[in-house]
């Protein structure tokens, strides 16, 4: 849970990213957002990074979406996986999106977690 670079990205995601833990400046290969419309509709679109060794480092990446941040409903709303594939150097890249056009907020969040 240590942030020693005060960056807002805890020890485990700088390790999970390749980030330095001592450098607020590297925060290494962190989730990218951003929209676009395509035939009409607007996608919100999230790519994130994995490490290509994530189960030899005991690493877990899970990618949910929902409708709130108060009441939590993660898992409620749709979530497209369009697109994955090699990376920068040790990782792989996940392109997923949610439609804009069916609710009015929605959120993705990235876990990031340690296997047993």
């Given at each position: 849970?240590?942030?020693?670079?005060?960056?807002?990205?805890?020890?485990?995601?700088?390790?999970?990213?390749?980030?330095?833990?001592?450098?607020?400046?590297?925060?290494?290969?962190?989730?990218?957002?951003?929209?676009?419309?395509?035939?009409?509709?607007?996608?919100?679109?999230?790519?994130?990074?994995?490490?290509t060794n994530k189960v030899a480092r005991?690493?877990?990446?899970?990618?949910?979406?929902?409708?709130?941040?108060?009441?939590?409903?993660?898992?409620?709303?749709?979530?497209?996986?369009?697109?994955?594939?090699?990376?920068?150097?040790?990782?792989?890249?996940?392109?997923?999106?949610?439609?804009?056009?069916?609710?009015?907020?929605?959120?993705?969040?990235?876990?990031?977690?340690?296997?047993?």
């Open positions: 849970d240590a942030d020693p670079d005060g960056d807002s990205y805890d020890n485990l995601l700088e390790y999970a990213f390749g980030g330095n833990p001592d450098d607020a400046n590297d925060q290494g290969n962190a989730p990218e957002t951003s929209m676009m419309e395509e035939t009409g509709t607007n996608w919100f679109y999230h790519v994130y990074y994995e490490h005991g690493l877990d990446y899970s990618v949910e979406a929902g409708t709130g941040l108060v009441i939590t409903n993660w898992g409620s709303v749709v979530i497209d996986p369009v697109g994955s594939g090699a990376g920068p150097a040790g990782y792989n890249v996940f392109t997923n999106r949610i439609s804009t056009a069916t609710e009015g907020k929605q959120f993705i969040k990235l876990d990031v977690g340690f296997t047993e």
